[in-house]
């Protein structure tokens, strides 16, 4: 089950009515993909969500009803296959994580909450395949999940007014590394020293939809080798 919709004067939004799912996500991807193909310099931009891929189309150059029709198509046409959901699509990217109470101030909280120790909870955040879901909230930040349900928490009630660039946060059943110093409201277990995003004339991001993430702890010593500070 799906719709397609308007998304501001300029744009269409395609809804899948279902949960997550990498095996969307991959669904989603080849639309996008089809898409760029298809309307050309017409269209301006496009995102892909958790269920939701948005085309944003210059003004003018959007012909609703013809666009509306190609987008129905595509998605009728796409055979969401459960099958595949565990082959790795896109990059894998390993993210070196230093995991400890000096850069990570809700890590003893988040064990002491689960009844773990810190070597538990570090053994389970690194023990998993992270899928990339979806971009946004600020540049090079990326939903990642899903993390394991031993580790699922809520975000915080009082949001922190700055949290570093580097922190590895937790919130629900997702994870993710703030590429930058900005608010956020995710509990924090550890940092990374690897900059996920370099701004410029031609910005780039470490991670984008589909990828696959693995997070690797390393040592204090390794951190500040890599660039972190304490």
Same mark, same amino acid.
């Given at each position: 089950m799906f719709e397609v919709g308007p998304a501001g004067e300029e744009g269409l939004r395609l809804v899948f009515l279902q949960a997550p799912h990498p095996a969307l996500t991959r669904c989603l991807l080849r639309i996008q993909s089809a898409a760029k193909r298809y309307f050309g310099e017409n269209m301006a931009d496009s995102v892909v969500g958790y269920t939701t891929l948005t085309l944003l189309f210059h003004p003018l150059q959007?012909?609703?009803?013809?666009?509306?029709?190609?987008?129905?198509?595509?998605?009728?046409c796409e055979a969401l296959d459960d099958s595949d959901a565990d082959n790795l699509t896109g990059t894998l990217v390993t993210l070196p994580v230093l995991y400890h109470p000096l850069v990570a101030?809700?890590?003893?909280?988040?064990a002491d909450q689960n009844n773990m120790s810190l070597d538990q909870v570090?053994?389970?955040?690194?023990?998993?395949?992270?899928?990339?879901?979806?971009?946004?909230?600020?540049?090079?930040?990326?939903?990642?999940?899903?993390?394991?349900?031993?580790?699922?928490?809520?975000?915080?009630?009082?949001p922190r007014a700055a949290v570093p660039a580097g922190a590895v946060g937790l919130a629900?059943?997702?994870?993710?590394?703030?590429?930058? %110093?900005?608010?956020?409201?995710?509990?924090?277990i550890g940092s990374c020293p690897r900059p996920l995003f370099q701004s410029g004339d031609h910005?780039?991001?470490?991670?984008?939809?589909g990828d696959s993430v693995q997070f690797e702890a %390393?040592?204090?010593?390794?951190?500040?080798?890599?660039?972190?500070?304490l």
């Open positions: 959007l012909e609703r009803d013809r666009a509306c029709a190609w987008l129905t198509e595509q998605a009728e101030p809700d890590l003893e909280w988040l570090v053994a389970l955040h690194t023990g998993t395949t992270y899928f990339a879901y979806a971009t946004g909230f600020a540049p090079g930040f990326c939903y990642l999940g899903d993390v394991p349900a031993e580790l699922g928490t809520p975000r915080l009630a009082n629900d059943r997702q994870t993710a590394v703030y590429p930058g %110093i900005s608010p956020g409201g995710w509990r924090l910005p780039t991001a470490c991670l984008a939809v %390393i040592t204090t010593r390794e951190f500040l080798r890599l660039g972190g500070e």
